[in-house]
């Protein structure tokens, strides 16, 4: 019970949560025309649309307008230059109950926000908080919301720094909390500490639970399978293809999924499989937010196969094919995962005749089940591969103790009986170390691969 509490005020309201109530937005792209941050892979013209996409995710949140404005170097106090600054703050002057500016970057400082708000007279968020505020709309499960409130601490502590430095301004110099020696810098970073300490154990703590149902998972030799890919590229939705599971409602918006949820389905040899449903990825996804999540992404490196789905209908889906595996990369999976990867066209049904110019990808339509057959016999393949499992049948004699000795130690599929000699043929779906030990304690048997 005491823990219960100690979770429950971690996950109390958020100081960061710009709140429920509307916010008309006014998105800023600033346009990098030349040099290392310009992006080869995409326009300013693709990145305000994935804002704006962002916004439209929230409720009650409207964009009353959209604002592309050249800079050089985005790294400025200002972002922009003298001029285009000007024009730009002129802009955001004229439009009607504005409330708030989402200047379409990673990150800004909080010295840049407060100026940038001084200077418009509203709100001020960057992607980091946009996307954060997403993820604490969308977060259902315990683990979730502990794992936004790790992300929001890098936050907090810029906050603390900018007020400090601001009472420091207006008082002349920091101030020591009366009698304690501490400055109320050094306090409030303790308090943050400690609380950020406290997150993490709380994590642990979960994550050990979830490692203890894996293993139980793992006793039952039922193959994970990873289902992967850019936010809102489909995943949900092939799942519920893949299983048949009517109560999976798939959302279309960006981070419906943010919890890893798992659904059983089965393969064309009635293999019975695990399909994990992942966090989409977004290009600029900053740091801290990629390692707050990395407890739920950890899931990803016990399963046996990693499936990459891509919406092929975006125009930034070569952008969006590296920003997923360069996380995957950073994730430090074993080598073997990253191989054995499936890639997946999706939304194949919105391109006349497409065909995959990559190597080895398979087109789909998730919503309409055409290609689904290929990538289950496809997943089924590598499955068999990554465990080591064959699909065998067996000549037993239905007197002998074979028959229960598989439905013990493997998969039966299907027993053929012979009854004018009383023997049996079975399909089975059996592991190299079971197989080995059916072929010592019955070496007479007939075994042929299926």
């Not at 103790?401 to 009383?422: F, I, N, R």
Request: net charge positive; aromatic share 6%; charged share 25%.
């Amino acid at each position: 019970e005491e823990d219960e509490a100690a979770l429950e005020e971690l996950l109390g309201p958020s100081p960061l949560a710009p709140g429920s109530g509307a916010h008309r937005v006014a998105i800023v792209q600033p346009a990098v025309k030349w040099g290392p941050q310009k992006s080869p892979l995409t326009t300013a013209e693709l990145q305000i649309a994935e804002a704006v996409a962002l916004v439209d995710t929230l409720q009650n949140w409207t964009v009353l307008d959209k604002i592309i404005i050249p800079t050089k170097n985005p790294n400025k106090k200002f972002v922009f230059g003298k001029g285009n600054f000007q024009v730009l703050t002129e802009k955001i002057k004229k439009l009607p109950h504005v409330t708030a500016v989402f200047l379409n970057m990673e990150r800004i400082s909080s010295l840049t926000k407060k100026e940038l708000e001084g200077a418009w007279g509203v709100q001020v968020f960057d992607r980091y908080t946009v996307v954060l505020h997403i993820f604490r709309c969308n977060a259902r499960t315990k683990e979730a919301k502990l794992q936004v409130a790790l992300a929001e601490i890098p936050l907090l502590r810029s906050n603390l720094k900018n007020e400090v430095s601001q009472q420091d301004q207006q008082r002349g110099g920091s101030r020591y909390i009366m009698g304690s020696g501490e400055t109320f810098l050094e306090t409030q970073n303790r308090v943050l500490k400690e609380r950020e300490l406290k997150i993490r154990n709380a994590l642990e703590k979960l994550r050990r639970k979830r490692a203890l149902l894996r293993t139980q998972r793992r006793k039952f030799e039922f193959p994970m399978v990873s289902v992967m890919g850019y936010t809102n590229c489909g995943k949900t939705t092939l799942i519920k293809a893949l299983t048949g599971e009517a109560g999976l409602q798939a959302r279309d918006q960006l981070f419906a999924t943010l919890d890893i949820t798992a659904h059983a389905g089965y393969l064309p040899s009635h293999m019975a499989v695990i399909y994990v449903d992942t966090i989409g990825f977004l290009t600029d996804l900053p740091h801290n937010l990629v390692e707050s999540f990395s407890a739920t992404l950890e899931e990803v490196a016990y399963s046996d196969l990693i499936v990459h789905v891509r919406d092929i209908t975006h125009p930034e889906t070569i952008l969006q094919k590296a920003t997923v595996l360069s996380v995957l990369r950073n994730l430090n999976l074993p080598r073997h995962l990253l191989d054995s990867m499936v890639e997946v066209h999706n939304k194949v049904d919105l391109i006349e005749r497409y065909k995959p110019t990559e190597e080895n990808a398979l087109a789909i339509s998730a919503l309409h089940g055409h290609g689904l057959e290929e990538l289950k016999q496809e997943i089924e393949k590598k499955i068999l591969t990554a465990t080591g499992k064959k699909i065998l049948t067996v000549t037993i004699n239905l007197e002998g103790p074979q028959l229960s000795w598989l439905y013990k130690e493997a998969t039966v599929q299907e027993v053929e009986v012979m009854p004018e000699d009383g023997t049996a043929r079975v399909k089975v779906i059996i592991g190299s170390s079971a197989f080995g030990r059916y072929k010592n304690l019955f070496p007479n048997s007939k075994i042929s691969m299926s």
